[in-house]
C-alpha cells in the first residue's frame, strides 16, 4: 500500500484500534513527516550536518518508541537507537524498527533516500511491517501488498551503495552481465526493488536486524525472493542482533543468483 504523507506538519495521535499492518504504516509515514519538518526547519537555521543527523534519530527514535508503548504496551522493542533489553527474547511480539535509516543521506538535502522502518516479528518471522520514504511522501506496507510490477527486458539491475559495492553484488554483477543502479539507504534500496526500478539487493558486509526486517517483511508480502547469501531464511529476534548479509529480488533472479552465490 503506498499512502500519501500530507504536506502540513501537524501530527495527529495514531488510534490504538489499527490493526499491525495499519499501525506500522501509521507509524512509519507519521515519523517520516516529522523528519521531513525537522530536516527543513534545521536546514533554514544553518544547523550542521552532524547535528542534523543526531536530531533525525533522537526524533524518531522518540516519537516511534512512544507511539508503540501507546498502542501496544505489552510489545517488545529492538530500536537501533534504543538500549536492547534482553526481556525482548521472550516475548510473543517484537517491533523491529530503524527510526531513521540513512543519515547520511538525511542529512544531505534534497537527498530522497533514506526511510523510516517498522516491522513485527513473531518466531523470528516479519509478519506486518512499513517502510516510509518520507522525502518522496510515500510508506509501502505488507497489508494490501504492493504488486510487483512487470519484468524489464534486458540484463538485471543490481542496486548497491554510492559509496561501496559488497563483494556479493560484483559478483552477482559480473557474472549477469548486470549494470549497478546507486542509492543510499538499505530501505530505499530494497524498495526500489518492490517498486520495479531495480532486480536485485544483494548485500554482504554488515548489517543489524533494523536495517532489514521491515524491508524484508514489505518485499515478502510484495512475491519478491528474500533471504540470507546462502539461501537460509532472513530470521529476526536473536540474541545477537548483527544480519550481515541479505538477497531481495525479483523471483526470477532468485535461483541464478543463489547459484552464482554459493556456486
Not at 495527529?12 to 507519521?30: C, F, T, V, Y
Not at 534519530?57 to 534504543?82: C, T, W
Request: net charge negative; glycine share 6%; hydrophobic share 40%.
Amino acid at each position: 500500500m503506498v499512502t500519501q504523507v500530507p504536506s502540513d506538519s501537524s501530527v495527529p495521535s495514531i488510534s490504538k484500534e489499527l490493526d499491525d499492518h495499519q499501525l506500522a504504516a501509521a507509524i512509519a509515514s507519521q515519523t517520516g513527516r516529522l523528519l521531513v519538518s525537522v530536516r527543513r526547519r534545521l536546514v533554514e537555521q544553518g544547523t550542521d550536518h552532524w547535528s542534523l543527523k543526531d536530531a533525525g534519530d533522537r526524533l524518531a527514535h522518540e516519537f516511534i518508541v512512544e507511539s508503540l508503548a501507546n498502542a501496544r504496551p505489552d510489545d517488545a522493542i529492538l530500536s537501533e537507537e534504543g538500549a536492547d533489553r534482553r526481556e525482548r527474547l521472550s516475548a510473543g511480539r517484537v517491533w523491529i524498527v530503524d527510526p531513521l535509516d540513512g543519515t547520511r543521506e538525511f542529512a544531505e538535502p534534497p537527498r530522497i533516500d533514506w526511510a523510516v522502518h517498522i516491522a513485527l516479528v513473531t518466531n523470528g518471522v516479519p509478519i506486518a511491517g512499513a517502510v516510509a520514504l518520507p522525502a518522496e511522501r510515500l510508506t509501502l506496507a505488507t497489508e494490501p501488498p504492493e504488486q510487483l510490477p512487470d519484468p524489464v527486458e534486458g540484463p538485471p539491475r543490481v542496486i548497491v551503495s554510492r559509496t561501496r559495492r559488497p563483494p556479493a553484488a560484483q559478483m552477482l554483477a559480473r557474472q549477469l552481465g548486470a549494470r549497478y543502479i546507486e542509492l543510499g539507504s538499505a530501505g530505499a534500496k530494497a524498495m526500489a526493488v518492490v517498486r520495479g526500478q531495480a532486480d536485485i539487493y544483494a548485500h554482504s558486509g554488515g548489517q543489524y536486524e533494523w536495517d532489514s526486517c521491515a524491508p524484508v517483511a514489505v518485499a515478502q508480502a510484495a512475491g519478491l525472493h528474500c533471504s540470507r547469501l546462502d539461501g537460509s531464511p532472513m530470521l529476526y529476534n536473536n540474541p545477537d542482533p548483527y544480519l550481515p548479509d541479505l538477497l531481495i529480488c525479483r523471483p526470477e533472479w532468485a535461483e541464478p543468483s543463489l547459484a552464482i552465490l554459493n556456486g
